[in-house]
T-cell receptor, first 112, second 110 residues
Framework: NAGVTQTPKFRILKIGQSMTLQCTQD?????MYWYRQDPGMGLKLIYY???????DKGEVPNGYNVSRSTTEDFPLRLELAAPSQTSVYFC???????????FGDGTRLSIL | RKEVEQDPGPFNVPEGATVAFNCTYS??????FFWYRQDCRKEPKLLMS???SGNEDGRFTAQLNRASQYISLLIRDSKLSDSATYLC???????????FGKGTMLLVSP
C-alpha cells in the first residue's frame, strides 16, 4: 500500500537554483494537491489538479509551477529558489473534491 | 475564501482526562467535515469524518452543529499518544478543495 509517495524527503538548495518535487499516487485518485507548511503554521494550498491535464492555482502559487500529464503524477517545480520557499511541502490526493485527502510524508526543503 | 477557525491551544491535560475542541466554519453551505491529526513534523492523517448525526470511533466522538456552524471533537480517557495537533477540515460548496484549519495542539502529560 504505497498511497502517496513524495521524493526527495530532504533537500538543501542554494538561492536561485531550481528543482522538482516529485509526487505520485497509486490509488487512481482524480484530485491531487500541493501544500506548504511553515514551522508552527497551517497548511497553505499552492496548486491543485482535478484530473490529468487540468491544474489550478491555490492560495500561494507564486514561484511554483505544476503539471499533470498522468493521473498518477503531480510534480511541483521551483524555478528560482528563494529563502522564503524554505518549508515542508506536502502532496495529497483524493478521489473527489469533497472526500478526505491522503497525504504523502512530505519533503523538507531548505534554501540557503 | 471561507474561513475555518480553531483555538490554537495548547490544551494541556493529564492522562485519563476528557478534552473537547471546537471548530467554527463560516460557509453555511459546507457539506463535508473531517478531523485530521498531525504529529510534530509529520503529515496530516485522517482521524474521522463528521456526520450530521454525530459519530463515534472508540474514545473519539465528533459532532456537527449546523445551526451554529461548528464541529466538535471529544476525546475521552486521554492517552500520552494523543498528543498532537488536531486539524478541522471543511469542504466548501463550489470550491474544488478542502479548507484546513490551523489546528489545535493537545499535550497529554503523565
Amino acid at each position: 500500500n504505497a498511497g502517496v509517495t513524495q521524493t526527495p524527503k530532504f533537500r538543501i538548495l542554494k538561492i536561485g537554483q531550481s528543482m522538482t518535487l516529485q509526487c505520485t499516487q497509486d490509488m487512481n485518485h482524480n484530485y491531487m494537491y500541493w501544500y506548504r507548511q511553515d514551522p508552527g503554521m497551517g497548511l497553505k494550498l499552492i496548486y491543485y489538479s482535478v484530473g490529468a491535464g487540468i491544474t489550478d492555482k491555490g492560495e500561494v502559487p507564486n514561484g511554483y509551477n505544476v503539471s499533470r500529464s498522468t493521473t498518477e503524477d503531480f510534480p511541483l517545480r521551483l524555478e528560482l529558489a528563494a529563502p522564503s520557499q524554505t518549508s515542508v511541502y506536502f502532496c495529497a490526493s483524493s478521489p473527489q473534491r469533497n472526500q478526505p485527502q491522503h497525504f504523502g510524508d512530505g519533503t523538507r526543503l531548505s534554501i540557503l | 475564501r471561507k474561513e475555518v477557525e480553531q483555538d490554537p491551544g495548547p490544551f494541556n491535560v493529564p492522562e485519563g482526562a476528557t478534552v473537547a475542541f471546537n471548530c467554527t466554519y463560516s460557509n453555511s453551505a459546507s457539506q463535508s467535515f473531517f478531523w485530521y491529526r498531525q504529529d510534530c513534523r509529520k503529515e496530516p492523517k485522517l482521524l474521522m469524518s463528521v456526520y450530521s448525526s454525530g459519530n463515534e470511533d472508540g474514545r473519539f466522538t465528533a459532532q456537527l452543529n449546523r445551526a451554529s456552524q461548528y464541529i466538535s471533537l471529544l476525546i475521552r480517557d486521554s492517552k500520552l499518544s494523543d498528543s498532537a495537533t488536531y486539524l478541522c477540515v471543511v469542504n466548501d460548496q463550489g470550491y474544488s478543495t478542502l479548507t484546513f484549519g490551523k489546528g489545535t495542539m493537545l499535550l497529554v502529560s503523565p
